[in-house]
């Protein structure tokens, strides 16, 4: 029996829509460009990181990890970065 082809699920769910924002209205996607606008819903200044609504994974570096996986590298301007 392949065990594999017997599970109802994937390991990794995939939803269609990630997003955890019950507001109105909705803020932006994951994959949107302005994506960062969303509201966070945790919020951990101490270890550099915030939860958006949307499953965005934002780091005080302005990186971030979408929820489909991807990495979307630091982007500070360059006005900050020569301060």
Do not use: Y
């Not at 955890?20 to 996607?29: E, F, I, K, R, Y």
């Not at 302005?34 to 302005?62: I, K, M, Y």
């Not at 979408?66 to 990495?71: E, Q, S, W």
Request: with cysteine; net charge negative; proline share 11%.
């Amino acid at each position: 029996m392949n065990h594999a082809s017997s599970r109802s699920t994937p390991t990794t769910p995939q939803r269609k829509n990630a997003s955890m924002c019950q507001h109105q209205p909705a803020c932006p996607s994951a994959h949107s460009a302005d994506r960062e606008a969303a509201h966070p819903v945790a919020n951990h200044p101490e270890q550099g990181w915030s939860l958006l609504c949307n499953g965005v994974l934002l780091f005080e570096d302005t990186g971030e990890l979408l929820p489909d996986g991807r990495i979307i590298a630091p982007h500070r301007p360059l006005a900050a970065q020569a301060a």
